[in-house]
């Protein structure tokens, strides 16, 4: 039984603008048309119409599609075997490229953000969540507290371990200046400062050179930044809040 262009899209899921557009280019041009001139597909169209989508499935072009169905020596049959291996190719290539999404997903589910037990181990017993009323207390009202809130508590455990790694290597760096006995407004001293600066700046809030001066005064003032600083290298603190100043002063210097 012929099937109209409405019935044809139904079946082969495609848009009935689709068919016409192949009968434009000679690609699938209906055997039949019925008395009022509408388009009659019959099974050996619907046959062709197979091999359009089986070949367009495989991302060929409509043009390299007309050359090959119309090759006097095109067979279906060898052309069925020809898709079924190249669906079967790419069948194995998205099926890795899932396993790789999969992967993907699950390193993203697994990266939930830190608990407060998680955070008092990798800190070596310090609980941020011990300070939080007094940080609210004090810095609460400022913006640079607020966008810090904002920002660590969407932080994975990954996050908070480069940020860890980032930070013992910028006051190991502060140290080693220290123990040989570099000055505090020496260039080395000075680029190490900035470095902390700008490690504050990426992962907790905008540090202008002001603010981190006063970071490091902070770490002198407050006995528990000071002992939790000075625990490996006695006088660290101080050393990197001279650093501190140092760097801010030179920046001024400079505008």
Known sequence: MALTVSQVASIAGVSVRTLHHYDEIGLLSPSGRSTAGYRLYSDADLSRLQQVLFFRALEFPLQEICRILRDPEFDLGTSLRMQRQLLSEKAVKLQALLGAVDAALARLESEQPMTREEMKQMFDGFDPADHEAEAEQR??????FQESKRRTARYTKQDWQTIKAEGAAIFARLAELMTAGTPPGSPEAMAAAETHRLHIDRWFYPCPHTLHRGLGQL??????????????SPGLAAYAAQAFAANAAQATDAR
């Open 139 to 144: 810095w609460g009202h400022t913006e640079a």
């Open 219 to 232: 770490y002198v003032d407050d006995p528990r930044f000071t002992a939790n600083i000075d625990k490996s």
